[in-house]
């Protein structure tokens, strides 16, 4: 099992093992970013909207005690805005609060995309620069042979050259789809929270 690959990647040369490492990158950066969305309630929000709604009906504490200890997202933000309306802070510093607050969040929701994002660009980059210099040997070797060049050993020059191409976009589609996907969750994630927000500010104003 282990030999097929080596022979794999020697014949791509070092721009395959480069490819290599950054496939290995990719799958642990979209590991952790799966882990690290989970963990910080990114696709919860059933608290964070039950908050809101004992807000509006006038149930205070109670919408306080159902984002008390809460480790999601929009969690987090509502219990950030109730406790600087709860403070007593005039409105427009517990907007400024909650808007610092939600900035912070979507960071760290945000997080380890820009890394995604540099995959996408460089891996298909590197299978092509992987090609170009394979081609140049191919094309080498085809000038040392002179009249009794063979065509069959320039094609398979060729095709070897072009593995990196294929390695390189193989590497960068599942990035760029991670990539996409994830820039979802988190522009959802901010959403919500605008909505959350917005809807408890104007029940703490008609109150």
Same mark, same amino acid.
């Given at each position: ?7 794999f990647?020697?014949?791509g040369?070092?721009?395959? !093992?480069?490819?290599?490492a950054l496939?290995?990158a990719t ?9 690290g ?39 987090r ?27 912070r ?19 298909p980059l ?17 000038q040392?042979?002179?009249s009794a060049?063979?065509p069959?050993d320039?094609?398979?020059?060729? !095709? ?6 294929a ?8 990035a ?5 996907w ?20 104007l ?5």
């Amino acid at each position: 099992m282990i030999d097929p690959i080596l022979s794999f990647l020697h014949t791509g040369g070092a721009a395959m !093992w480069a490819i290599a490492a950054l496939s290995v990158a990719t799958l642990s950066l979209i590991l952790w970013k799966l882990w690290g969305l989970a963990r910080m309630g990114a696709f919860a929000g059933a608290r964070a909207e039950r908050a809101v709604r004992l807000w509006q009906e006038g149930a205070r504490e109670a919408a306080a005690e159902a984002v008390s200890g809460r480790v999601g997202l929009r969690a987090r933000l509502v219990g950030a805005a109730i406790g600087a309306l709860a403070r007593g802070l005039p409105e427009a510093k517990a907007r400024e609060e909650t808007t610092r607050v939600a900035r912070r969040l979507l960071v760290e929701a945000r997080s380890g995309l820009r890394a995604l994002e540099l995959i996408a660009v460089i891996a298909p980059l590197l299978g092509l620069l992987g090609t170009v210099l394979g081609m140049i040997d191919a094309f080498q070797a085809l000038q040392s042979a002179g009249s009794a060049a063979d065509p069959a050993d320039l094609a398979g020059g060729i !095709w070897e050259a072009l593995l990196t191409t294929a390695a390189g976009m193989a590497v960068a589609i599942p990035a760029a789809v991670s990539l996409s996907w994830f820039e979802s969750v988190a522009d959802s994630a901010r959403a919500d929270m605008e909505d959350l927000a917005t809807r408890l500010f104007l029940a703490t104003e008609a109150g």
